[in-house]
Structures are given as C-alpha cells and as structure tokens.
T-cell receptor
C-alpha cells in the first residue's frame, strides 16, 4: 500500500488567497484526521471523519477553514481567505477500527507545508 | 479534557541512553503510544503498550508504564544520531478511537 498521500507537499501563497490541501487515505481505513503542526502549538487536531462523515470539527480554528470528504478515498482541507498565521505543516492521517493491526494506530502522510506571505 | 504532557527538548551524547518522559491525565487510558517524527516527515508509530502492562521491550526500546502515577517513559539504549527526531507520546481509551497527543519531545543526539 502506498500509505497516506498528501498534496501539495509545499505551498507558498499570498494572504487572501484560497488554499486547498488534498489527502488520499489508506484504502479501507474508516477514520481520517486533519492535523496542524506549528512550533508554538505543537500538533493540533483540526477535524476528523468516520466513514466519510465529519464527527468533530471543534479544532477548526475559524470559519475560514473547511474540510470535506466526498468519498472514502479523498478529503480536502480548504482555507479561504488564507492569512500568515495559517502558516504551518498540515498532516492528514487515517486509521482502521477492528481487530487487525495495532488498535488506534494512526498512519500519517508526509504533510503539506503551507507558507502564507 | 484529557491532557498529555512531555518536555520539549532532550539532548544526549551518542552512545548514551535517552529517556523521554510523558504524563497523562485520563485514568481510562487503554493504549499508550510512542510516535517518532523524523525531519520533513509525518509521524510514525514506534511502539505501544497496553494499560495492563508495566513494561515492554523491543530491541533498543524500553517502555515503562506507571499507571498509578499516569507516567509513561521511553528509553532508547545506545542512542545513535539516527535517533534524532521528535517523539510524541499519545494515549487512547474510554472506548474512543481518537488518540490524544502530547506536544512532542525533540531528541538531539550529539557526538
């Protein structure tokens, strides 16, 4: 399996522009998470989905942030309009509930590094 | 809510042992994890322990769990420069499939 795939790996944009980050989870996984990592705040859970349904978006910082999961193999995180304080590394992760593997293990993508000028 | 605390930095000399500590508050934690994040990469599960265990050893790694004090530690024997990374402690329990992560400890290994 290719693992969790995120794109783009790097994004540099100007304040006010729309940013869309993409994620392809591991096939068959039923949970998908979006995290943000910064030096100041560490790793923050933004939102997670179960079977494509958003379960908890309480970590989404503002209405400028939105996330969708139209099907089991694709999710997006959108920031509109973007601001310099959104600069961070955004990670997507997926996991599988069930008896195989390590219970609760999250599989992370390599992240999307966002810089907003 | 649940909280996981760990120190932010640890510096060790190559060949020495490293001990990374973590405390958590959720008494219903069932699984406790250590993830490793290498530079420019995502987190990857390094090891884990069930809450009914006190210790788990895997080659150079030793995990100790003190459930009474809600304290978890990761010991890396014979630390190498390749062990330089950020190590995240995480816990999960209470019927949830959502782990709670600490802020991560940056391990710096110098010659």
């Amino acid at each position: 399996d290719a693992g969790v795939i995120q794109s783009p790996r790097h994004e540099v944009t100007e304040m006010g522009q729309e940013v869309t980050l993409r994620c392809k989870p591991i096939s068959g996984h039923d949970y998908l998470f979006w995290y943000r990592q910064t030096m100041m705040r560490g790793l923050e859970l933004l939102i997670y989905f179960n079977n494509n349904v958003p379960i908890d978006d309480s970590g989404m910082p503002e209405d400028r942030f939105s996330a969708k999961m139209p099907n089991a193999s694709f999710s997006t995180l959108k920031i509109q309009p973007s601001e310099p304080r959104d600069s961070a590394v955004y990670f997507c992760a997926s996991s599988l509930t069930g008896t195989s593997g390590v219970t609760g293990e999250l599989f992370f993508g390599e992240g999307s590094r966002l810089t907003v000028l | 809510g649940e909280d996981v605390e760990q120190s932010l930095f640890l510096s060790v000399r190559e060949g020495d042992s490293s001990v990374i500590n973590c405390t958590y508050t959720d008494s219903s934690s069932t699984y406790l994890y250590w993830y490793k994040q290498e530079p420019g990469a995502g987190l990857q599960l390094l090891t884990y322990i069930f809450s009914n265990m006190d210790m788990k050893q895997d080659q150079r790694l030793t995990v100790l769990l003190n459930k009474k004090d809600k304290h978890l530690s990761l010991r890396i024997a014979d630390t190498q420069t390749g062990d330089s990374a950020i190590y995240f402690c995480a816990e999960m329990g209470g019927g949830s499939y959502i782990p709670t992560f600490g802020r991560g400890t940056s391990l710096i290994v110098h010659p």
